[in-house]
């Protein structure tokens, strides 16, 4: 079995990757431009291929195709981070070029299903909580969640018109220890272990939900070889509500660290109050209990 993962070097992406791996018969080719992946987080693994290539460029991503022939395609490569994503609004509309380069090669190759990395941002600032798949409005206006949904909107067209099977998954904030250090768990983690100041924009009380990338990897492949999970979206997050003040106590206390909260002016946009999934899809995937914030940050530290 041949699986192409686009984004490769990124921290989901890889820590996939590395999973997919312990089957012998499984082989991986990784595709990434190392915009924010890394090369340290390729698996170092005789079954791994890896590819330096823009999956937005039509012929870059074209040479891959017409080199291997692919089972399965996880389509993770995206420009992320809110602040990045703020920044760079024009790089983020280029990436649902990738998109339609990714479908209209995994279509012409017959493969089996395609997987795509949605986004909670899709959402948007809630109207309610928990955020479900199929009742909660996908509402924000920004850039990067408006690529999600654009995306999640070809993935259903290819399916309805060319029969492209798929599977959405729409990430909440997800950590370990493979994450960019410009990522609120990790940046906390790293200022903790410095002994340096841990900054929060606003007052802190916005509500996250933070989940191990392990259960994140499990529940995804969960559905892989099952097509009763075809065509279908899932939420992939934990649904413990923790405010961004709460978790840098907790990373303070977890480290046994001297840094202070300081607090910075709030986001201008793109900082949203509330959030929190609605992960009964998730749960049925896993059959098992998520693992809790405090575990999950001491296996980051002792991976550190």
Not at 40 to 68: R, S
Not at 202 to 213: A, L, M, P, S
Request: charged content about 20%.
């Amino acid at each position: 079995m041949r699986i192409l993962i686009t984004g490769g070097a990124g921290f989901v992406p890889s820590s996939t990757a590395d999973k997919l791996l312990e089957n012998p018969e499984v082989k991986i080719v990784l595709a990434d431009n190392f915009l924010t992946g890394l090369k340290a987080n390729i698996p170092d693994h005789p079954n791994c291929t890896f590819i330096e290539c823009d999956v937005n460029d039509h012929d870059q991503l074209k040479v891959i195709f017409d080199t291997y022939q692919f089972d399965y395609v996880f389509h993770y490569a995206a420009v992320v981070g809110v602040k990045r994503t703020l920044a760079q609004p024009i790089d983020v509309l280029h990436d649902i070029q990738g998109i339609k380069n990714v479908l209209e090669f995994s279509r012409k190759q017959q493969v089996k299903r395609v997987f795509f990395s949605s986004s909670s941002e899709v959402y948007g600032e809630p109207v309610h909580l928990p955020q479900n798949e199929e009742i909660t409005p996908l509402n924000s206006r920004l850039p990067y969640a408006i690529v999600k949904n654009v995306g999640e909107s070809y993935f259903r067209s290819y399916f309805q018109v060319y029969g492209l099977k798929y599977t959405i998954f729409r990430f909440f904030n997800t950590y370990g220890p493979k994450q960019s250090p410009d990522f609120v768990m990790s940046k906390f983690i790293q200022s903790a272990l410095k002994g340096e100041d841990i900054t929060i924009y606003g007052d802190g009380n916005q509500t996250r939900t933070f989940c191990y990338i392990n259960d994140n990897v499990e529940a995804c492949l969960n559905t892989l070889h099952d097509d009763r999970f075809a065509n279908d979206v899932f939420n992939i997050g934990n649904d413990k509500i923790t405010t961004i003040l709460e978790l840098a106590s907790t990373v303070i206390r977890l480290t046994g660290s001297s840094s202070k909260i300081v607090h910075l002016p709030a986001l201008p946009e793109g900082d949203m109050t509330r959030r929190q999934p609605d992960i009964t899809k998730m749960k049925q995937l896993l059959n098992r209990d998520l693992v809790s914030l405090d575990e999950g940050i001491l296996k980051v530290l002792e991976a550190y």
